[in-house]
């Protein structure tokens, strides 16, 4: 079977993602479609098409007459932003441990070697550690087999991972936010769907701990 081939436009919506989530674009800067299409080699029309698709899922915002801007956030977006992610990842949490408890505990524990590694080094690599973030938290949202959980957590996931690349830039954050999920494994291990969920929304409200929000607002 011959694999589809990808058009210019959803290429162009890959890399512009990449380039927000990593902050090689800031948060409420202005973008430039003759700018980006030259750094990308492409025309201008895939552009706007890539805009307007990063649009839709609330990673730029259009203005008229004024420009496409990346999205920014303020306390009450963060609170409402938050406030959504955390019900989602404990309604996974619940529907996991209920529908496939054993392959969920099996497939976490796949995570302690890579953690561990991480939690004994120096340095860290952002961008290892997001891929194991978001594989963990996807783990979690797969075995929950529910389709409407996993839409809806699809549709702000990349907006979650921008403003978590912001946050942990030190070995710190991120050594706890890795603790917080072997914690977490450690509540569903034991049973304990009510204890996991709480401490979901302790790992998800760091972010408003004021060395993080001083990043994202400063």
């Given at each position: 079977m011959v694999a589809k081939q990808r058009s210019l436009a959803e290429v162009a919506a890959d890399k512009l993602r990449l380039m927000i989530v990593q902050g090689r674009l800031d948060l409420g800067e202005k973008i430039r479609e003759q700018d980006l299409a030259d750094a990308l080699g492409l025309s201008?029309?895939?552009?706007?098409?890539a805009l307007l698709r990063l649009a839709a899922e609330h990673l730029v915002v259009i203005r008229p007459r004024k420009g496409t801007f990346v999205f920014s956030t303020d306390p009450e977006d963060l609170e409402d932003l938050c406030a959504l992610r955390i019900a989602l990842e404990q309604a996974a949490i619940r529907h996991a441990m209920q529908r496939n408890y054993a392959r969920l505990i099996a497939a976490l524990e796949r995570f302690g070697e890579p953690v561990d590694k991480i939690l004994h080094e120096d340095r860290h690599d952002m961008n290892y550690y997001l891929k194991l973030d978001f594989e963990f938290h996807r783990t979690i949202m797969n075995l929950a087999k529910n389709p409407y959980l996993t839409d809806a957590l699809s549709a702000i996931a990349t907006k979650v991972q921008a403003l978590r690349y912001r946050n942990y830039y030190s070995s710190f954050f991120v050594k706890r936010s890795l603790?917080?999920?072997?914690?977490?494994?450690?509540?569903?291990?034991?049973?304990?769907?009510?204890?996991?969920c709480a401490f979901m929304d302790v790992h998800v409200r760091r972010i408003f701990e004021p060395e993080n929000l001083k990043l994202l607002y400063m």
């Open positions: 201008k029309t895939p552009i706007r098409e603790e917080d999920h072997n914690k977490l494994y450690e509540f569903m291990r034991n049973e304990d769907a009510e204890g996991a």
